[in-house]
């Protein structure tokens, strides 16, 4: 059990974890920081944190575990606002979508003490945000990457994956190139298609009418374009190189179908289609979560 969690943001993926570790029983009292003052108070009203903290450096003094839950972009200057009071005994987790660009700025910002920094990235989320929408069961039956350096503490690393056990998710470890790679594909592009495809479509002078057709497919197709904006914007740009590599796999597979529809090649239209198909169908949620 932990004496104290510092949180810092303490939106849906904080709130969550925080209330998770309550119901698990793995936490006595959690401490809490956001930089809107009206999102920890009503963090406090909810039960999610016990204490209000003025600061992200004071929401950490005392912690012996520390989730970072800010958006990406924000994080080089979370580990500089907190550096001063980051100990060897304290375990620092995020919950980034993106990974090198984290342990860069937790290599600048926090120094000598990046062994405490155990990245993690839960395979979970929803397109709402807010400590308003917290779940305790948000992370339960999830996949959580941990993609420790060379510099990570062991014992923190076991501390990290033991936690996230306990919460009743799949802990998977991988090197944060590895990670930036695979999420490119399975995240960020379809976030991006689907950006490009609801500006599409909205874009046109019957874009407002075509949209009023869509049913059921389109609904479950377009969903993630929901997604927060900022969030999205931070993550989109962080991990650019390996999602601009991505989507120029994903153009060339689309040239290739326009090129069979072009020239009116059934059978070679169809054989593209019976691949993606049977890709998709041996494909399980079950296995392989969000």
């Known amino acids: 059990m932990f ?33 809107s003052p009206s999102t920890t108070e009503r963090a406090r009203q909810m039960g999610v ?5 003025p600061s ?4 950490v003094s005392g912690a012996d575990v520390v989730l970072i839950a800010v958006p990406v972009a924000a994080t080089e200057a979370t580990f500089k606002a907190i550096k001063h009071l980051v100990t060897p005994q304290m375990l620092i987790m995020d919950v980034g979508s993106t990974k090198r660009d ?15 920094f155990v990245p ?27 993609t420790p350096i060379e510099r990570t503490l062991a014992n923190h690393l076991q501390s990290a994956i033991d936690v996230w056990t306990a919460l009743g998710c799949n802990v998977v470890q991988m090197s944060p190139e590895a990670h930036d790679a695979a999420f490119a594909a399975v995240s960020h592009l379809p976030h991006l298609i689907a950006f ?4 599409a479509i909205s874009g046109q002078p019957q874009g407002k009418d075509y949209l009023t057709l869509a049913g059921p497919g389109f609904r479950d197709f377009t ?12 993550i989109l740009l962080a991990n650019r190189e390996e999602l601009l590599a991505q989507s120029k796999i994903f153009q060339r597979n689309l040239q290739a179908l326009e090129v069979m529809i ?21 494909w399980s949620m079950t296995r392989h979560n969000r």
């Open 3 to 35: 004496e104290q969690l510092g949180l810092i943001g303490c939106g849906l993926m904080g709130g969550s974890f925080a209330l998770a570790l309550r119901k698990a029983g793995l936490v006595k009292r959690v401490v809490g920081y956001s930089k």
């Open 49 to 53: 944190i016990d204490i209000v903290a």
């Open 56 to 59: 992200a450096l004071l929401a």
């Open 102 to 116: 984290m342990i860069d700025a937790g290599r600048r910002a926090l120094r000598e003490q990046i062994g405490s």
């Open 120 to 146: 993690t990235h839960p395979i979970t989320g929803r397109e709402v945000s807010g400590v308003e929408h917290a779940d305790a069961e948000l992370y339960s039956g999830k996949q959580v990457i941990v």
């Open 196 to 199: 490009a495809l609801m500006n």
């Open 223 to 234: 969903r993630i374009a929901a997604s927060e904006p900022k969030v999205w914007r931070d």
């Open 262 to 282: 072009s020239s009116g090649n059934s059978e070679a239209l169809e054989g593209l289609i019976e691949h993606a198909s049977n890709t998709r169908a041996s």
